[in-house]
């Protein structure tokens, strides 16, 4: 198998033992090349990529014991995206969004199959094999909502007062946690940030403002890059809903969501959706509602197209109409 450059595990190893000793001719099965792919990449993807592979085999498992129908290659076709994508509905009751992203996974391993020569139809290529998504509600701060986070006393919370100090150079970057919490010294130079990012690879550069030159300031004898230390996205997550809480950001916020067959709305108090991401939507956000131009801010969020940024912004109906009536003012002054 090494001298033929063929992929080897354990699974396919067996099966291929089992061929032989049945006589049967060598083939390798779904699950076998899945588990050989999900293998070989486990060094190159990250860590939540790979948890999202072996979530998907579970699900498709999971899937094939509840329908009693044995799942191969061959069973990938329209009937099975229904069959399953029905299964994930009714039975466990997921997202729209969870239910696209399993299916997403499905096909990265039928094309990985397809480009290896190992699985020849094209049924997942079809327009009807599509990946669900649905535009979920998210919550962005405002420039006064972050300037109270930001006046909000945590001087006997070190902890805390980390999180938050961490949180506002995201808000005023637009980087994604993976980025603003590896900034390194040598990535300040001249009152400039100057980034490659980690999921794009793009290099990126973004004028330090005044509040985040503040907090460095405040941490500059005691960090080489000036920042406070990062800690795990979970846990700032948890941190970062507290420190919403104390600083009153109590707004009532309706968000609403497809679960299985269903709508289904919440009502949550704004602290509670705060999350580290919040930061990277409300820089995108604010500088939208500024008036700064969308491609100007799309080099440094990294965003494709301007249908995909309008889509990432957060603005309510109101402020929408006042950027109207804003634009409007200024075109009849000039």
Sequence with gaps: MNTNGELISSTILRDKLDSIRHGKKERLTLFAFIDS??????????????SVYRTTVKHLLAFEKH??????????????YNDFSDYLIREKGFSTNSIGKYIKTIKVFLNEATERGIYQKLDFKSKRF????????????NE?????????SLKDKIKLERVRDLFIVGCYTGLRFSDFTQIKAENIKDGY?????QKTDEFVSIPIHPMVKAIMMKYENEYLNSLPPAISNQKMNEH???????????DDVITSQTK???????????YELITTHTARRSFATNLYLSGFPAISIMKITGHKTEKAFLRYIKMKPQENA???????????QN
């Design 260 to 270: 299985g067959t269903l709508r289904v709305e919440t009502k949550s108090k704004k």
């Design 37 to 50: 792919f999900i293998d070989s990449v486990s060094s190159s993807k990250k860590a939540s990529t790979i």
């Design 322 to 332: 006042m950027k109207l009536k804003k634009f409007w003012s200024d075109s009849l």
């Design 130 to 141: 599509k990946v669900t998504t649905e535009d979920t509600e998210s919550i962005y701060l």
């Design 144 to 152: 006064a909502e972050i300037q109270k986070l930001n006046d909000l």
């Design 240 to 250: 970062l809903k507290k420190i919403g809480e104390m600083a009153e950001l109590n």
């Design 193 to 197: 940030f100057n980034i490659r990012t």
């Design 67 to 80: 329908s009693r129908q044995k799942l191969d290659f061959e069973s990938m076709n329209l009937d099975f």
